[in-house]
Nanobody, 128 residues
Framework: DVQLQASGGGLVQFGGSLTLSCRAS????????IGWFRQAPGKKREGVSC????????WFRDSVRGRFTISRDNAKNSVYLQMNSLKPEDTAVYYC?????????????????????WGQGTQVTVSS
């Protein structure tokens, strides 16, 4: 079975840090770009960051650039989202997703319709 397991969420204070992990199984991980999305209550899901299949290209939305980093370890079928200097507006459920088209570029991240597999989400709550 195809699975993407997101983990690492939790409650953190303003300015704190969290590292989210996304572990994949059931498909050839090296062939997929991975994206992180988030959805806050009452808001649309939005792309946060992505990394292409080789790890050589990454993208961040403006509001997190400089605070978040993304990396992948293909040997462990895993992608990591390091989140620093967290703000209350980062509060959301975070999802990882896999894209076989490998469309993650430095200038853009594909919208959620291009992603083939989705994880179940992990809650991140930042208190002020």
């Amino acid at each position: 079975d195809v699975q993407l397991q997101a983990s690492g969420g939790g409650l953190v204070q303003f300015g704190g840090s969290l590292t989210l992990s996304c572990r994949a199984s059931g498909f050839t991980f090296d062939d997929y770009a991975i994206g992180w999305f988030r959805q806050a209550p009452g808001k649309k899901r939005e792309g946060v960051s992505c990394i292409n299949k080789s790890g050589g290209s990454t993208w961040f939305r403006d509001s997190v650039r400089g605070r978040f980093t993304i990396s992948r370890d293909n040997a462990k079928n895993s992608v990591y989202l390091q989140m620093n200097s967290l703000k209350p507006e980062d509060t959301a459920v975070y999802y990882c997703a896999a894209d076989v088209h490998n469309l993650c570029l430095r200038a853009t991240m594909p919208t959620d319709v291009y992603y083939d597999y989705w994880g179940q989400g992990t809650q991140v709550t930042v208190s002020s």
